[in-house]
Nanobody, 111 residues
Framework: QVQLVESGGGLVQPGGSLRLSCTASGSRFALYPIYWYRQAPGKQREWVTT???????YYADSVKGRFTFSRDNAKNTVYLQMNSLKPEDTAVYYC?????WGQGTQVTVSS
């Protein structure tokens, strides 16, 4: 089963930026879509964005225009560039692929 490891979370002020990474094990990484989800305290996990095997991307309305999802198949890694961050973006961010979840990385947006 694929294993996913997220990194790049942290504390940032409103309006700031962070770049999350998710690196996958295995040689079939390029064949599958990758997803980012997030879960804020006391809320259900929600879908954020998808990148498919051809590189097409899809975004939740709440992040459209602020987040950019990209993939580097040679490195088995995807990147989530998050700009103009808002306090409501605070959550644990998880990547998902082939039915597997990463362990999550905390993003906190606060002054």
């Amino acid at each position: 089963q694929v294993q996913l490891v997220e990194s790049g979370g942290g504390l940032v002020q409103p309006g700031g930026s962070l770049r999350l990474s998710c690196t996958a094990s295995g040689s079939r990484f390029a064949l599958y879509p990758i997803y980012w989800y997030r879960q804020a305290p006391g809320k259900q996990r929600e879908w954020v964005t998808t990148i498919n095997s051809s590189g097409s991307t899809y975004y939740a309305d709440s992040v459209k225009g602020r987040f950019t999802f990209s993939r580097d198949n040679a490195k088995n890694t995807v990147y989530l560039q998050m700009n103009s961050l808002k306090p409501e973006d605070t959550a644990v961010y998880y990547c998902k692929s082939q039915g597997a979840w990463g362990q999550g990385t905390q993003v906190t947006v606060s002054s």
